[in-house]
């Protein structure tokens, strides 16, 4: 019989309805229940493409002795980390704060009055490797809430007293200068692995973020090595295993340090993050493997993440059926020589072991090797490879495909429309623009409501119950504002301008710091407050740049003081730790650069000239550059306001710092001025 998950909308909790375990979704009522019954709450975090939160629940919360003493003892609490991710944030900082490390799943034990005091991520079905089982994990931590409450209560007051402590220090409200992001940059260098491309060690995750800065102090500087830094990273990422060879996009990290072997799941956000990192590089450096991974991420995007109502799904999950019924991690994406001979016949198949670096002893589990494009001197017939791609993809349609997850979050999909739009653009491709047009109209239509206040998750059209946090609200209004650059049209750039106004008036304290939650948001045990880029650049980061942009479009000062401000956390962390604070230094260099302002003026938008000056306005340089494009007399954007056409022709001007150049109709004029 299902649990009370089966009235939610989240595919991950969905996931769960069917287990023997009684849980309840994050609520008041959970917690009245704890009070009621006078049990501890075994909190349960994870997301549904999460491979060991799958192990977990086949393990445990699909066994009926485990889930009868989870019932009798505890009350018990699945929450999305997608969904939620304040709560998701505030319990991760305790798990950290306590064991040195956390991660997914998340298993905490808390007070009925939601304090913390027991943590732990995985727990095998039997004691293994030092780690204790998951059953006498519950059993001792019963017998404590039994027998030694008041201790149990002493620990939780003190984990929430250390939390409460752990305020941020923020710089001193002023953005980085030449300094701190000179010093960045040699922090960068020194964790770079020149061998293979990116930072650290294993495991590997894309830093889109961090490649966006280098991009950004190259083009203001001119510093070649962060250049290198950026494209050799590119290369070697859309060379790896951690790129789908064949249906494109970028899976979540690389187990090793060669990006060979993926933790296969897709999420949306790293592909969105991906593809206008390497369009970017692309504008940069007219590097055609960068055109080609930027434009096949942003066809798997919208071929295999597009969901029904127009909006992008949140991710497909690592594992799949193998064929034999049982799910593996990378079933769908690995091949054997024999599969290759399968599909392909023996002499097309030695060429495609050869060109994917698919070995007889295999690269992955088993003999079976994940795609790569290895460097080698040979040169392959271009058309007999596309012949032998397209067999392979077709072949792999007929797998088993992983699961998806068809929940549509806010932030993520801002990231998208940003990617799609600015992908379209550069490379002509109208589709691309109106699939982010389709995505930001579903979240006008369905997470929007009459006061521009944002709901996060969506899902099959109806909307969630849980209130956007910020980087939602800073994320769309990127994608916003990238959308009214490409298109000209200004209700984007109005509808930026509300959710940057919650930003100032519910997410920024007193001294211009940002919060994840709105002041008017659920209390929890602290109000969470991250300002680091890890997976997606953090709420706070990417409200600075989309404060700056809009300001830019605008000329708003209070969202100009209110990025300045923000920026200020960039001052104190960059050179400390710059891996993660990688889109905050990015907007850092738009800070400095201006960012420049460009206005393009034509008798319309599909006048030739006008059409060129545009496309050489989006495709400079400079780093954060905002573009409007118009009529003089439209009325669309406030930086065409008074601008005219010089002797009838359509005219382009750049302004940054209060100056403005000449206007000019020549489009290689403009190039140059915008370090093109």
Partial sequence: MPNRLAHETS???????????????WSAEAFEEARKTNKPVLLSVGYSSCHWCHVLARESFEDEAVAAFMNDHFVNIKVDREERPDVDAVYMEAVQAATGQGGW?????????????????????????????????????RA???????????????????????????????????EQLAAALLGLTREYDAQRGGFGGAPKFPPSMVVEFLLRHHARTGAEGALQMAQDTCERMARGGIHDQLGGGFARYSVDRDWIVPHFEKMLYDNALLCRVYAHLWRATGSDLARRVALDTADFMVRELR???????????????????????????????????????????????????VTEEGTFEHGQSVLQLPQQDTVFDAEKVESIRRRLLDARAERPAPGRDDKVVAAWNGLAIAALAETGAYFDRPDLVEAALGAADLLVRLHLDEQARLSRTSKDGQVGANAGVLEDYADVAEGFLALASVTGEGVWLDFAGFLLDHVLTRFTGP????????????????????????????????????????????????????????????????????????????????????????????????????????????????????????????????????????????TAYVCRHFTCDAPTTD??????????
């Fill in 307 to 357: 969901t029904a109502e127009g909006g992008f799904a949140s991710a497909l999950d690592a594992d799949s059926d193998d064929g034999t019924g049982k799910h593996v991690e990378g079933a769908y994406y690995v091949w054997t020589p024999e599969q290759l001979r399968e599909v392909l016949g023996e002499q097309d198949a030695e060429l495609a072991a050869q060109y994917f670096g």
């Fill in 144 to 178: 404590a809430w039994t027998d030694r409450r008041d201790e149990v209560a002493e620990v939780a007051q003190k984990i929430v007293r250390d939390l409460a402590g752990r305020e941020i220090s923020y710089g001193d409200s002023q953005a980085p200068g030449e």
């Fill in 105 to 141: 799943p998340m298993t905490v034990f808390l007070t009925p009055e939601a304090e913390p005091f027991y943590f732990g991520t995985y727990f095998p079905p039997s004691p293994r490797q030092g780690m204790p089982s998951f059953r006498q994990v519950l059993e001792g931590v």
């Fill in 511 to 650: 001294e211009g710091a940002l919060f994840d939650t709105a002041a008017d948001a659920e209390r929890l045990i602290r109000r969470p407050q991250d300002p680091t880029d890890n997976a997606v650049p953090s709420g706070w980061t990417a409200a600075a740049g989309a404060l700056l942009s809009y300001a830019a479009q605008t000329g708003a000062e209070p969202h100009r003081a209110a990025a300045e401000k923000a920026l200020g956390v960039v001052k104190a962390l960059g050179p400390r730790v710059p891996r993660f604070v990688g889109w905050g230094l990015a907007v850092a260099e738009a800070f400095l650069d201006g960012p420049r302002e460009v206005a393009v003026v034509g008798p319309s938008l599909t006048d030739a000239g006008t059409r060129a000056l545009h496309r050489t306005a989006l495709l400079g340089n400079a780093p954060g550059a905002v573009v409007a494009v118009g009529t003089p007399d439209s009325g669309e954007l406030p930086l065409l306001a008074d601008r005219i056409l010089v002797g009838g022709e359509p």
């Fill in 11 to 25: 595919p991950y909790l969905l996931q769960h309805a069917d287990n023997p375990v009684d849980w309840w979704p």
């Fill in 667 to 676: 489009a290689e004029a403009l190039r140059v001025a915008l370090g093109g």
